[in-house]
Structure formats: structure tokens, C-alpha cells
């Protein structure tokens, strides 16, 4: 059973769920330096869970934005750029695709 959203748009297709969103962030976490914590974090010994503690809290913090942001998208697909276009403004999605960019040149 689909619903309807309010103006009788039916939505693209399934929507993504937590688990959906989870993986996300967790794809998005390795391939920024996740691997690199253990190295940054081993000179604190024991006090370094909680700092991967705050991490997981964070991550599943995050998985739940997106999917807040996915909810509002009637868009199949799952860019991020769409979701924040049409969640907030397409200025905002522009903004978001040009910082994307930004930030993989200063890499």
C-alpha cells in the first residue's frame, strides 16, 4: 500500500529506511579516514572508546538526518543534492554539490 502525499503525488519508490540510511554513513565514514582513528586515538589507551563511543553516536545521528532529508524528497535516487533542494531551497542544493567539490580539491 503506497500512500499519497498531500497534493496526490504518489511517491518514486521505496522509501529509505534507517538501515538504508545507516549504511550510508557508515560507507561515508571509511572513505573519509575512518581507518586512520585507531592510529590518532591508540596514545589515550582505555579513554579511546569513548571517543568511539561519540563516533557511533554521531553516525547514527547523521544516518537519521538523512533520512529525515530522504523523507521529504519525492526523487528516486538518493543524491543528497536533491534531498537538500528539496527539502530546503535549490540554492541550497547548488551550495551543497559546489562545497562537495571544494572539498575534494583540497585533498
Known sequence: ???VQPDGVKPAGKATG???????????MIGSGIFTVPAVLAP??????GGWT??????????LTIGRFAGRTRRS?????????DAFSQ???????ILFFEGLKTR
Open 44 to 49: 589515550y589507551g582505555a579513554v579511546s572508546f
Open 18 to 28: 534507517f538501515w538504508g540510511c545507516w549504511a550510508l554513513v557508515v560507507g561515508t
Open 54 to 63: 561519540i563516533s557511533a553516536g554521531g553516525a547514527i545521528l547523521l544516518a
Open 1 to 3: 500500500m503506497q500512500s
Open 91 to 97: 540554492a541550497v542544493g547548488e551550495g551543497h554539490i
Open 77 to 85: 535516487g538518493g543524491l543528497p543534492v536533491h534531498q537538500n533542494a
